[in-house]
């Protein structure tokens, strides 16, 4: 088939750690190349965000990404995208109806994608499959007026819900809000993200540790709903250990970060400066070395759509301590690959970590249990091969362009 991915603010190619960097663009780019390993012609489409982007880009056998022009080229806030999909679907249009390359079904990525893709596909008849990634309305409720998404975001997404002709969800509190808004169960495929087990592994080299000192790692974008804050306050409850903060801007730019010198001043009136470690954004590549380095990994989201880095440290033997919420309460088992706490409680976080670091034994187990978790039950392979069944299924209902969807 020939696959056409869509992800308007989240490019395959994109360095790591940012605020809009994370998840989706490690989705989208291990998608990509194991739907092409399965011997798919896939193409990204993602928006142009630099002048000097070429038009197509090879990513690896089989994947192309292509640099949409839509709006300025240069790196814009996702929040500020909107205006620009109408040219973004325009230009998929005339692709689209061109013969150089007519996709056999799309698959959008984030809300703005599957508008721009339901338009181009009504126009040229292709189908679309959408994955949202994030919802607003869970947004909204987690962040009110600190939410900075348009007003107009949640029902667009309810609207692309009944528009698309398959929605792929990622975890089963997903399936529960989409039902919540109005989305018809029969149109949702469970498909949860992977892991490469074969990068994520637990043997290889390991970033350089004090011996005695035990080492709680967390990964994330710098934004507030990820808990950085809460895991610095429950710090206080766990004797001894550092605590190793990977991602945000790179080192380069840490001293000059407004987020990283909120997170060293709360560390500093929680006592705990010198224990915390801001590293900054490391390459995807070296992310294996950091989680290989760590006797846990914690995770506080106040909410999350799926989360990988849980279950990228599962494959490295790590276990995990994190917040009971979104995709974590399907890929960490609580009590047998790590511990689940609720969200934005510093203290019964604090406590799980103590309970974890101060019990060897049960340290590994559950990094036993994870591991194997996350091998058998995770990989990217198995995600391309149920969504090809779901593009075979949708391309069968290629409708004639201009048909109402
Ligand atoms: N990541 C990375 N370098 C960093 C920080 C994060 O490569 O400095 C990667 C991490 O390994 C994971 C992704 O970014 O693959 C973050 O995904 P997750 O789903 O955990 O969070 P999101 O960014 O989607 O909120």
């Known amino acids: 088939m020939r696959i056409a991915m869509i992800s308007e603010h989240a490019s395959p190619l994109a360095a790591l750690g940012g605020v809009d960097a994370g998840g989706q663009n490690t989705h989208v780019a291990e998608l990509a190349a194991a739907l092409a390993g399965q011997?798919?012609?896939?193409?990204?489409?993602?928006?142009?965000?630099?002048?000097?982007?070429?038009?197509?880009?090879?990513?690896?056998?089989?994947?192309?990404?292509?640099?949409?022009?839509?709006?300025?080229?240069?790196?814009?806030?996702?929040?500020?995208?909107?205006?620009?999909?109408?040219?973004?679907?325009?230009?998929l249009v005339d692709e689209w109806r061109g013969d150089?390359?007519?996709?056999?079904?799309?698959?959008?990525?984030?809300?703005?994608?599957?508008?721009?893709?339901?338009?181009?596909?009504?126009?040229?008849?292709?189908?679309?499959?959408?994955?949202?990634?994030?919802?607003?309305?869970?947004?909204?409720?987690?962040?009110?007026?600190?939410?900075?998404?348009?007003?107009?975001?949640?029902?667009?997404?309810?609207?692309?819900?009944?528009?698309?002709?398959?929605?792929?969800?990622q975890c089963q509190d997903e399936v529960r809000e989409l039902v919540r808004m109005g989305v018809p169960r029969t149109r949702m495929a469970l498909i949860p993200s992977g892991v490469d087990s074969e990068r994520f592994t637990p043997e290889g080299p390991a970033e350089p540790r004090d011996p005695d000192r035990p080492r709680i790692l967390t990964v994330g974008r710098y934004v507030e709903r990820k808990g950085f804050a809460d895991l610095i306050r429950a710090l206080r409850i766990v004797p001894k250990a550092e605590c190793v903060v990977v991602g945000g801007p790179p080192a380069a730019g840490l001293e000059a970060d407004s987020f990283a010198g909120k997170l060293r001043r709360l560390a500093e009136s929680a006592k705990v400066a010198d224990r915390v470690r801001l590293v900054g954004a490391v390459p995807a590549n070296e992310m294996p070395r950091w989680y290989r380095s760590a006797d846990v990994l914690a995770t506080a989201p106040w909410y999350e759509p799926f989360g990988l880095t849980p279950l990228e440290a599962m494959a490295c033997g790590v276990p995990v301590v994190g917040s009971s919420v979104g995709g974590l309460t399907d890929t960490v088992v609580d009590g047998l690959t790590g511990d689940l706490v609720s969200p934005r409680d510093p203290r019964s976080l604090g406590m799980a970590l103590r309970r974890v670091l101060g019990d060897p034994v049960r340290r590994f187990a559950y990094a036993t249990a994870a591991l194997d978790r996350a091998r058998q039950c995770y990989s990217w392979r198995r995600a391309a091969e149920q969504l090809s069944a779901v593009y075979e299924a949708v391309g069968e209902l290629r409708r004639p362009a201009g048909a109402a969807a």
């Open 39 to 91: 011997g798919h012609d896939v193409r990204v489409y993602t928006r142009r965000d630099s002048a000097d982007q070429p038009a197509l880009v090879p990513m690896r056998d089989g994947v192309v990404v292509a640099h949409v022009p839509a709006g300025p080229p240069e790196p814009l806030p996702k929040d500020e995208l909107l205006p620009y999909m109408r040219d973004f679907s325009r230009w």
């Open 100 to 169: 150089e390359w007519v996709p056999t079904v799309a698959h959008a990525h984030f809300w703005m994608s599957g508008l721009a893709a339901v338009t181009a596909g009504r126009q040229t008849g292709v189908p679309v499959v959408q994955t949202y990634h994030a919802l607003g309305s869970v947004k909204k409720r987690h962040q009110g007026a600190a939410d900075t998404s348009p007003p107009k975001r949640i029902g667009y997404e309810r609207a692309l819900g009944r528009a698309v002709d398959r929605v792929v969800v």
